[in-house]
């Protein structure tokens, strides 16, 4: 079994939820495929989906709920 | 009194703008500043600068306490909130009088008042204002709603009673809509405003956006005549004018005669403007909301009328009288501004922040451009995309748009995607050129003309 890196691919703020007041996309331990939204993150007022791109299980968040990340920067990662 | 000293409570451009003021009236002047903007070119101009928080606004720009700490700890006479973040959040400007401090600006009461959607149609139609047909203030029902709406007819426009800038309005073409939308925008202005408010307006189409820059010290109101604003994308403005050059002269008096009796109505105090909708086919306007701050597009009524109004908001707030008199204020040529955002208009305007690698600014009679920019600073992901306004003027609207299409040709911005080569686009465009236009042209024309060629045309040219 690896590990996968999932990586912002912009800079700004992740989001781990669609919406404030609503559950997060991906909790510690789910499984995800790769369409699955895991977060978004914010750049410049605009919202941009994040998708896992792979897929895995046992997903763990490296950055948490509206933090700044950097591009390229880990965001999470799965079990493949 | 005189004021000696400002908090600058704001970020980019109008930061800048700000400071510059500031400094031609001998204020002294503290920045404050988020993680993320210690390299921010207000940082370097202004005397001093105190970091607030972290990157996210909440935590920095939208910080009431640590704002206010900030301009403690700098012992200011005055806090200026420029636009956006929280110049029009009353708890603020009591927050900072309470701190013994001026707020630059309307009192709490007055922006509370004002900001409030159904509150300030009420204060413009006592002022004898015309306003969009719709709800008498607030609506608590379904029923309420399609009561109205036999009144009006549709489509209708569901507002947030506590929204604005463009955000929390829905529209509803039919009953059936009006039906499933309500309840919708009910929950939506309560989680994005904390209040659950609507309230009804017809949708005015084919209308232009027309608004009037209002200056008062509490006693006097005066106008600086009028703007055209109706160039917008997504209700964000992009595109500028002043005066608004097809509104027929006495329509023109009526409708800054009216925005001076608003504001002379709440005894109102700072720079502000009166927002309408003006329809060419009945020549009729409509009252749609005040800002109670500076606006991104002050500067075009800068260019035609001579007033500084950044300056003008310093002397009204150290409680000085207006320094003009409404005989004194005359419209001299044409201006434009447009607002050059760090986003790719060829590929649906997505955001890009970056470092800027080069930047070459056009210089000349009639030419400003009010930026945060310079050569090797890099622009943060967490503010609005907003690098510049170019702002031109010239004798006519002809003259202006000769030199506005020069400006751009000259004006070089390396290292992000930038909004120019639609300006360049609109600036050639024949509809432009005439003025036929209106608050949904844009988006119609960036589908079919923009599209076509993305503005290659205009760049060849």
């Known amino acids: 079994m690896s590990k996968h890196e999932i ?74 | 009194m005189k004021l000696r000293s400002v908090l600058v409570a704001n970020r980019g451009e109008i930061a800048v703008r700000i400071i510059r003021a500031a400094k031609a009236l001998g204020i002294r002047t503290v920045q404050v500043y988020s993680a993320a903007d210690a390299d921010m070119l207000a940082v370097k101009l202004a005397d001093e600068a105190i970091e607030i928080g972290p990157p996210a606004p909440k935590k920095s720009y939208l910080n009431i306490e640590a704002v206010i700490a900030a301009a403690k700890r700098a012992n200011v006479d005055a806090v200026h909130p420029g636009y956006g973040f929280l110049s029009e959040n009353g708890d603020f400007a009591d927050a900072v009088v309470a701190a013994g401090l001026i707020f630059i600006g309307p009192s709490g009461d007055a922006i509370r ?60 073409n039919d009953p059936a809509e009006l039906e499933t939308q309500f309840p919708q925008a009910s929950a939506e202005a309560l989680a994005s405003f904390g209040d659950g408010g609507l309230y009804l307006e017809k949708v005015i189409t084919r209308a232009r956006h027309v608004e009037v820059q209002i200056l008062g010290d509490g006693m006097d109101v005066v106008h600086c005549y009028e703007r055209e604003c109706s160039l917008q994308r997504r209700r964000q403005k992009v595109w500028e004018e002043a005066p608004s050059f097809l509104v027929p002269p006495e329509v023109r008096q009526k409708l800054c005669d009216s925005a001076v009796a608003l504001a002379r109505s709440v005894g109102y105090r700072g720079a502000g403007t009166v927002e309408y909708l003006y329809d060419d086919e009945t020549r009729e306007f409509y009252f749609i909301e005040v800002n ?114 020069q400006a751009l040709s000259q004006l070089k911005i390396k290292g992000v995607p930038t909004t120019i080569p639609l300006h360049r686009a609109l600036a050639a465009d024949a509809q432009i050129a005439k003025g036929a236009f209106h608050t949904r042209f844009l988006e119609t024309w960036l589908e079919t003309e923009f599209a076509a060629d993305g503005g290659r045309a205009a760049e060849v040219a």
């Open chain 2, 292 to 405: 109670t701050r500076i606006q991104v597009e002050h500067p075009v009524t800068e260019m035609i009328t001579g007033i500084d109004l950044v300056e003008e908001m310093f002397r009204i707030a150290a409680g000085a009288s207006l320094s003009v008199v409404q005989s004194d204020i005359a419209v001299k040529g044409h201006a434009i501004e447009c607002r050059i955002n760090a986003e790719d208009p060829r590929r649906g305007f997505m955001p890009a922040p970056g470092r800027i690698e080069r930047l070459d600014v056009p210089e000349g009679e009639g030419i400003r451009f009010d930026t945060m920019l310079y050569e090797g600073y890099v622009i943060p992901p967490f503010y609005d995309s907003l690098l510049g306004k170019l702002i031109v003027w010239g004798e006519d609207r002809t003259a202006c748009l000769a030199r506005l299409s």
């Open chain 2, 113 to 172: 008042l004002l900001g409030d959607k159904v509150a300030a149609r009420t204060v413009a139609e006592k002022a004898g204002v015309p306003t969009v047909p719709g709800s008498d203030g607030r609506i608590s029902s379904l029923t309420e709603a399609l009561a109205v709406t036999e009144r009006t007819g549709f489509p209708v426009m569901i507002k947030a009673a506590a929204g604005g800038g463009g955000r929390g309005i829905r529209i509803a």
């Open chain 1, 7 to 80: 990586r912002s691919p912009l800079p700004g703020t992740f989001y781990r939820s669609p919406a404030p007041d609503v559950p997060p996309f991906k909790t510690d331990g789910d499984a995800v495929s790769s369409s699955d939204a895991i977060g978004l993150i914010e750049v410049m007022k605009t919202f941009q989906e994040i998708q896992a791109g792979v897929a895995g299980g046992n997903i763990r968040f490296l950055v948490d709920n509206e933090e700044p990340v950097m591009a390229g920067q880990v965001i999470a990662e799965v079990e493949q």
